[in-house]
Each structure stands twice: as C-alpha cells, then as structure tokens.
C-alpha cells in the first residue's frame, strides 16, 4: 500500500478507479482508519466516473503515531491530505470529509482553495462558541476507552459495537454483525488508543472556523443527521450558513455514522457538490 510525506508524518493512502479520472478526496473522523469509508462505498463514486482517494489520517491505521506529549493541528492534518493529493498525482480533487474530517476538509478548501474543486461537509460542525454539545452518552464514547484488544478482544468488540449503536442512525441501522466484523478488523489492522485523544486536541487547537469558511468559493454541499447526538444538526447548519452558496442537507433518522443504507444519501452529497463545481 502506498504511503504519502508530509515532512516526517507517512500517510498510507489507497486509490480507486481510473488514476485519469476526476478526484474525490474522502477524510476521515476521530481515531477512525481509511477503512471507515469502505470500498463499496469507494466503488459508488467510482461506478459515476470519478476516482476515489482515502487515507489513514496521522495517528491512525498504517499512518504514523504520535508520542504522548506532541502535539499538532489540523493544519498539519490538511497538509497531510494535500500529501496525498501529491502522490496520487491529482493537481485537485473534490473534497468530502465527516466529523473531524469535515474540519479539516474545511480548512482545505479554505487555505488550499487551488486545490479544492468543490466541499462536502458531513456531519461535522464550524466549532463557532455557543453551538449545541453532545449529548453526555454520545461524548462518552470519544472520552471513555474500550477494554484493550490485545487482552481481551471480545469485551473490545462488544463496547466498540456499543459505542456505535449509540451514536448510530436510528433510521438506517446496521445489517446485523456488521457491526462486530467492523470493530474486529479494525482492531486486527491497527489500533491506537491513545491517538484520539491528540486529535481531540487537534481540533481545539484550530478552533473556531467561522472567519475561514466565509472565504471557501468552492462550490459546498453541508450534509448532516437530523439526530445526530454527537455533533447536533446546528453546527451543520451553522456551517451552511458561513459558506457562502452552500446548500444545507438535514436528513432525518441519519445520526453520527455511515451505514450501508445511507450510501447513496451521502454518496449524492458528494456528487452534487462535484457537479456543482462542473
């Protein structure tokens, strides 16, 4: 698998389709690998025309792992995509990031804007003061750590399994067992407990957005679950409203996750923004 240099920080990065065709850059959340975006998925975008680009975020999956103690943004973590832009050989791509990979999407199209060719927000937020928190269950499954793997693997699976369910789309539930094969590979491919809790801190560092998304000209879709209890839908409208021309997207049932059944809802998000942008 191919790794991206972003000075000392490797990110491993895997494409799909055409290497000639128009590229849709997907960016992932907090503590979750490339994998989050699945190739079914990945074969959506592809099967319309485009070529699909993920990566394992710094800290993450095969990417490199931080130490205690240091410390980067999510200006760092925008560098690292544009990275991967770089070895992929894609001059630009379109967009697409969820949750904290929202944010950094954000900051691509806004300090990378040669390089964005349209912005697909989903399920993310501005981090303007003042918004709507999670709810103290939904927070929970950020700040509280699974059983380790490596001693006792079913009582990891089980409580990443809940965790899901907790924050998931009380509309679009998960094919039963999905779930657990999901938290196992992932755990079986890398698993850095201690790398959230740096991104958390990423994410603080950069802050509060609202100045940056009122200078994205890249065409924008905003994507967001009507009860999503971890980022609530007001920071999706909140987005919306500082990007000038972007359109809003609230669907309801859709909570803080992406199952099957809500690929084509988020996979239309992302092709829409990218027919906007022509």
Known sequence: MPFATNGDVRICW??????AAPAILL?????S????WPEAFCKVLTDKGY???RFDNRDTGLSTWFDAGDAYTLEDMAADAMAVLDAAGAPSAHVAGVSM????SQVIAADHADRTLSLTSIMSTSSAPGLPQATPRAMAVLTQPTPDFQTDPQAHTAAAVENALVIGSPAYPWPKGDLAVRAKAEAERAWNPTGSGRQMRAVGATGDRSER???ITAPTVVLHGADDPLLPADGGRDTAAKIPGAELRIIEGMGHDLPPALFGIVADAILAAAARAG
Request: hydrophobic share 40%.
């Open 213 to 215: 998304l009122a200078q």
């Open 14 to 19: 895997e494409s799909f389709g055409d290497p």
């Open 101 to 104: 990979g929202g944010m950094i």
């Open 33 to 36: 690998q490339m994998t989050r």
């Open 51 to 53: 070529r699909a680009l």
């Open 27 to 31: 960016v992932n959340g907090l503590g």
